[in-house]
């Protein structure tokens, strides 16, 4: 078990990740957030919950309270809406809740988004603990307070900072997450390494197959450092006013990809992880990663593939980064990888220098 | 002209109030909120529009910047919805607008609640600035942060709390109000005076005629007094956890008699006013009024009516109080006059005292 603290100016709290957390969940929370309320619910998924509701509900039942009150989010991006929001908020109302509820949100990076999301603005907003189910979820999402969820214009354009009491990784509930799935998720840990952390890359290339055969100290290891990566990055700027940015490494094209594709084509890892290798084409290009850096960085995002052929074009892709979020007044921002374990932000990348580098990628996606 | 400072734990703003405010608009904004972004949101209702768009959009065109893009709610708490505030968002979306954009919201205080939460949730949050038209909205609900929008189950139960940059409360615009809207905003200033400014009470005693014929220095005076003290309250209490409950006087029942004539019945401040007749029985009957303090706050009340007939059940109006959101955990919240120029918050009232102070308002409002 690890315990790493994220210290924002709005909020403290520990994120705590290993095995049997979901069995003695109860009382952490209770330490975590004070007294239990009256009412607590718990957002989760159909899938989720008949897998797990029984270990989960179990440490409620033995603190003799009313057990938390389960919510449900059908799975899949479309759900992720305004009116899940607030048809999730009126459920609550109906079913007792007030300013003093908790809710808890149990499920993937979906169900912690909009339940974020919902007790943001849930009569002004009350606290919320998050329980994420995916590897993407307990290494990316629910750590950092972002909330939100999508319009049809584009994703997560309506949301909050709305930081969790506690986030509980369960390494346990990862077992039922298919190879596919934790390969994706496995993306965003090698963006931490590439963009903060030169030791968790090593670990990376040098235990991939203890990783990728779900040995739970390997794994441990993999989810601890990088929540730590981006513990450390939120603590410092929790807005995204500026050092935060760099955690969307690979995202300008990776997001990209998704919108080109109605994000129907590939999982979300697997578009950060061709975003990335663009990333990587455009520092080689600028100079800010030798040529063997490259190689290295490229050679392991393929160990953790195989990754979706791509058969776009160019033009679409570069279109689509246009309207990045980070993007304001006009200005594109891109963030640059510099040497291994470092990035930083530029305002000045081209449209024919992104061209370039999505074109690079294409190529190497073409054989899939 | 009159500024007022308003310090918060997440935000420092001044509230101006005055006259000729809407003329000097973009220069104050700038001041306020810095460099005015590429673009700029104004949200505002078609009949504010059409009155007011050219002197409002007169110191942009000065300034040599593109015009704020007008975005538009119908008038009524029927539009004061999640789907409202959503398709406000995706049309700022489409009309450019990104993390460094900023909102103005132009008109009542449902274009203020709506305006101020689509901005709290836009892009995870924007600024904005409250540019109130009603008197309402210019001694309440513009200054404090809180916005949000109503669900079918109740008022507010969603929101958020997000400090403007500035309040710019122009007496100017009062002069096409009705002198009913007027008159039931003024019931705001009157509740301002009971629970913390004698000062206030008196001159509304003495000055009445000139409030109500709209003598601007009368109004400027009763305007700055009501903001001042609510200034002073959300400066000591944000998040209403303590004293900035208070606020709430005269809403219990107030709330009560708008949800069960589905506002339809009568305005905000009107129902404020009986809610208000309420609270004082509670007091007299609880000893922490005399008679005297009784008759003398009931005929001030009166004295800025008519305020509309009554004809409904104590237990009904009773039964909607259960519903009231400062209620939390089963406890039942109620704000108790202290005399004249205080309140405090009880939690000890009981449905049969409760029952008996609104019999006492419904027996003065058979009259009308």
Redesign the interface.
Known sequence: MQTIRVATPSARYDVLTGSGLLESLAPRIEKAAGRL??RIFVLTSPEIWSLWAETFLHSFLELKIDPPVALFLPPGEPHKT??S??RL??EM??AGG???SLLIAFGGGIVGDVGGFAA??????IPYVQVPTTFLAQVDSSVGG?V?VN????KN?????HQPRAVFADIGVLGTLSDRELRAGLMESIKAGIIRDRGLLRFMEEQAEAILDRDPKALERVIAASIRMKADVVSRDERESGLRMILNFGHTVGHALEQVTRYKAMLHGEAIAWGMVAALSLGRARGTLTAGQLDRLETLIYLYGPLPALKLRARAIVAATASD?K????VRRFVLPLGIGNAGVVEDVTPSELEAAVNYMLDKAKAG
Chains 1, 2 share one sequence.
């Open positions: 309320p009256r305004m009116a929001a607030e908020t009126r109302i109906r007030d300013r003093s943001s603005v849930f009569m002004r907003g972002k939100g319009l049809p214009e584009g354009l309506v949301g909050s900072f979020k993007n304001t007044g006009g």
